[in-house]
């Protein structure tokens, strides 16, 4: 009997596994929760309403607060190190419609910026394909300077051709 009694108390007693499932169970709804708030805009203005294509696929109406002023395409003459000879760069730049007529009146000082940019970088940083999101940022930036904090929202390469 003694035995009988010994062998009880080391027998561990298994555990509930209840709480590991209610846990579970509320991290799934607290996410799907969460996700739903800002995929709909309730957070922090989420949501997709700046797109083009709404939810359903279909084209809805433009953001209209934004215009695209293009820049005239730039050749630059690369270095005599370099296996190229020129680089052909084209973009846009992506401004508010109320700036867009200041920026457009800036153009040219912007062409002089890219340009300068582009002759002083390195051959290989123009010849890396992963370099060319630094360069995008790089020349953003200066361009921002240029035009003034808050006036171009983004730079859009159309073209960036080494040959």
């Known amino acids: 009997m003694a035995e009988l009694e010994e062998q009880a108390e080391d027998t561990p007693k298994k555990k509930s596994k209840l709480p590991l499932v209610v846990g579970l169970v509320l991290a799934i709804a607290l996410g799907a929760g969460g996700f739903f708030a800002m995929y709909s805009g309730m957070l922090m203005g989420g949501g997709h309403a700046d797109s083009a294509v709404d939810a359903s696929g279909q084209a809805g109406p433009l953001d209209r607060s934004m215009a695209f002023v293009p820049l005239e395409p730039l050749i630059v003459s690369l270095g005599p190190g370099s296996a190229n000879r020129h680089l ?76």
Request: hydrophobic share 45%; glycine share 4%.
């Open 88 to 163: 052909k760069f084209a973009a846009q730049l992506e401004v508010s419609a109320q700036h867009e007529d200041d920026v457009t009146l800036l153009v040219p000082r912007v062409l002089d910026v890219l340009n300068g940019y582009l002759r002083a970088v390195d051959v290989r940083d123009l010849e890396d394909p992963q370099a060319l999101i630094r360069l995008r940022a790089q020349m953003l930036r200066r361009i921002q300077i240029v035009t003034g904090e808050g006036r171009v929202r983004d730079l859009l390469i159309t073209e960036f051709v080494l040959n």
